[in-house]
């Protein structure tokens, strides 16, 4: 089975920095596309950042210019920089994992908490 682990959040004040992981582990190939959701409480989860096989990528207009989503593929790893934060950042991150082997499948990680307050 696919398992997805997410590390690197934490609690960080407004104009820091955090870098999340996300290392997938138990498939090594057909991964289409990953991508970093998040969700605050009460609120709907929403897209961050999404890249895929060929490298193209896709920001929510509220990280444009900030977060940078990027990929190992050696270490089944994908990344995503958080610069310049925001209180409005405040949420928990979810990584996906999206294979395509003839079919479609997806799988979530777990969730980091990402706190931005003073």
């Known amino acids: 089975q696919v398992q997805l682990v997410e590390s690197g959040g934490g609690l960080v004040r407004p104009g820091g920095s955090l870098r999340l992981s996300c290392a997938v582990f138990?498939?090594?190939?057909?991964?289409?596309?990953m991508s970093w959701y998040r969700q605050a409480p009460g609120k709907q989860r929403e897209l961050v950042a999404a890249?895929?096989?060929?490298?193209?990528?896709n920001y929510a207009d509220s990280v444009k210019g900030r977060f940078t989503i990027s990929r190992d593929n050696a270490k089944n790893t994908v990344y995503l920089q958080m610069n310049s934060l925001k209180p409005e950042d405040t949420a928990v991150y979810y990584c996906?994992?999206?294979?395509?082997?003839?079919?479609?499948?997806?799988?979530w990680g777990q969730g980091t908490q990402v706190t931005v307050s003073s």
């Open positions: 996906n994992a999206e294979f395509y082997s003839g079919s479609y499948l997806n799988y």
């Open positions: 138990g498939r090594l190939f057909s991964i289409n596309a």
């Open positions: 890249i895929t096989v060929d490298d193209s990528t």
